[in-house]
């Protein structure tokens, strides 16, 4: 999709048109640009640009608060049209998808005809433009899809791939990010055909595995297929403060707002995790990471906290620009769990089984509360400790959700416990 966010918004208030547009969070509170439609993208402004940066390129910028809710439908509304022409689609975000149309074939026609009917589905049904790449490979359609933005078409067959990439900066391949197209540059590789002509096995020395991924990349080879259902690796939340925080408090209650948002995230999709990661970063911008990882995986909120908060202790107590929490080594709660030989590395008995036996009586309670939270809202069950709290503001605008002084809580005194 072309400018996702800011065409939605151009879509629904048209005296917007051909003006630079952006949909994203107020330099006041250290905004940043979530979309920006291709007028203001004429100034340098993009995505993933400081709201105040994007205000000095170019002082004429239309900001817009982004509405989540309504792109999330959107997006709803595009997958369903994939859906029609093949079931083998792979989201890759709200606004991106790969599709395998291999089997359609004999349905609606060649792929180039059915990547015509889907574009031209899309603008009938929802208003808005998409761009498509139609080619053999995942990395060879994702390219041809950005080739011709905004409303492109572009089609790269087998016999024209050398044709296609090899004049392209290297930068364009899948993996290459700034450091790496440096270290190539250093090497005299500028674009894909002549990172293609190095022997793959001096590619491999120079970047190790990598090296051999975006070799393969240079000669259109990629093997990785669509997958209906991608698995998710890890889930977390990461706020930005509109000012640094230096009181360990707020960011201990914070941090506690954050672990029960992924825990319910995590049992809303069926999921556990193992491996616990906090990220926090301080107001001259260095960000450290501290890891832990269980030996049990869970999804809840006050055990995952339990470890955050630890981990939080082990940051310098400096003033934070930014605080997350994310978990990783995620499984379905379907699979057993596995246990430990000789009692794992619990070396007391008795504090095992009382571990279990709270976790068994959280997860028991928590479906019921979950039910609660999904019928009358995400503030209708919440922890005594964060009543009347507010989560700060996203960078690109995400508003923090306030936590109701009334209606039905559950008894803490300190979530840790």
Excluded at 45 to 59: F, I
Excluded at 74 to 93: D, G, H
Aim: charged residues 30%.
């Amino acid at each position: 999709m072309d400018a996702f966010y800011a065409s939605i918004e151009i879509r629904d208030n048209p005296s917007l048109e051909g003006l630079p547009v952006c949909v994203g969070g107020p330099a006041a509170s250290r905004g940043v640009i979530a979309a920006a439609s291709y007028e203001a993208r004429r100034f340098g402004v993009h995505s993933a640009l400081p709201t105040a940066t994007a205000r000095r390129l170019c002082p004429d910028l239309v900001l817009l608060p982004p509405d989540f809710d309504k792109y999330t439908g959107v997006s709803a509304q595009v997958m369903s049209i994939f859906r029609r022409y093949t079931p083998i689609v792979e989201p890759l975000s709200l606004d991106e998808a790969f599709l395998d149309v291999a089997g359609s074939e004999r349905l609606f026609g060649d792929a180039i005809e059915i990547g015509h009917r889907i574009k031209n589905d899309i603008l009938r049904e929802t208003g808005l433009v998409a761009s498509v790449g139609v080619a053999p490979t995942k990395f060879l359609a994702k390219l041809a899809s950005d080739l011709d933005k905004p409303d492109g078409f572009r089609v790269i067959q087998r016999g024209e791939v050398r044709e296609v990439i090899d004049p392209l900066p290297v930068r364009k391949i899948f993996g290459v990010g700034p450091r790496t197209a440096m270290r190539l540059e250093a090497l005299g590789i500028r674009t894909v055909g002549e990172l293609a002509s190095l022997p793959k096995r001096d590619v491999a020395k120079k970047f190790g595995a990598s090296g051999i991924w975006i070799h393969d990349l240079a000669h259109g080879i990629d093997p990785r297929r669509v997958t209906a259902r991608r698995e998710e690796k890890s889930h977390g939340m990461e706020r930005t403060f509109a000012e640094d925080i230096s009181d360990r408090e707020e960011l201990r209650n914070l941090l506690f707002t954050f672990c029960e948002e992924v825990a319910f995230y995590l049992r809303d999709k069926g999921l556990r995790g193992k491996t616990i990661t906090l990220k926090a970063r301080f107001s001259d911008f260095k960000t450290v990471t501290r890891t832990k990882t269980l030996e049990f995986p869970t999804n809840i909120g006050n055990r995952i906290y339990a470890v955050a908060r630890e981990l939080l202790g082990r940051v310098d107590p400096r003033p934070l620009r930014l605080l997350g929490i994310q978990i990783a080594r995620l499984e379905d709660v379907r699979q057993p769990m596995q246990g430990t030989l000789f009692n794992g590395s619990m070396a007391d008995p008795s504090s095992r089984k009382d571990f279990l036996e709270t976790s068994e009586k959280l997860a028991k309670v928590t479906p019921s509360l979950d039910k609660l939270r999904k019928k009358f809202g995400r503030g209708t069950v919440v922890p005594a400790s964060l009543l009347g709290r507010k989560t700060p503001e996203g960078r690109d605008g995400t508003p923090g959700e306030g936590v109701p002084s009334d209606g039905v809580h559950e008894g803490d005194t300190d979530p840790s416990e």
